[in-house]
C-alpha cells in the first residue's frame, strides 16, 4: 500500500511538471533618464502597466500607465526637475501581478 501512494504522488508531481505552464517574474528591465522624464522598460507582462516612482523618504513624486506590446511595456514618468537622474524607488505593476 505505501508503495501505491508514492507511485500515486510521483505521478501526480510529474503530471503538474509537465502541463504546467512556466511562469516568469516581472520586472524592470531598464531605466533611462531624459532631463526629468523617466523611461522604465517592464517585461514580461500584458496589458496595462502602471508604474509608480517614490522618493528616499518614500513619498510617491510621479507616476505613469502604459498598455504593453509584444509582451513589454514602456512607462514614461515626469518627475520634479529636483530628483531627475537620481536613484529612486520605482515600482510597476500589471494585471497579471494584481493590478
Known amino acids: 500500500m505505501r508503495i501505491m501512494k508514492r507511485i500515486i504522488i510521483i505521478s501526480l508531481l510529474l503530471f503538474v511538471t509537465i502541463f504546467s505552464k512556466p511562469s516568469s517574474a516581472q520586472e524592470i528591465i531598464h531605466t ?4 526629468n522624464l523617466l523611461t522604465i522598460t517592464y517585461s514580461p ?23 504593453s506590446v509584444g509582451g513589454v511595456a514602456v512607462v514614461r514618468v515626469e518627475v520634479p526637475g529636483a530628483y531627475a537622474g537620481k536613484q529612486l524607488r ?10
Open 45 to 67: 507582462t500584458k496589458g496595462v502597466v502602471s508604474c509608480t516612482v517614490y522618493n528616499s523618504e518614500g513619498a510617491g513624486i510621479g507616476g505613469s500607465a502604459s498598455m
Open 32 to 35: 533611462e533618464w531624459d532631463g
Open 90 to 99: 520605482i515600482e510597476c505593476s500589471s494585471p497579471t501581478s494584481g493590478y
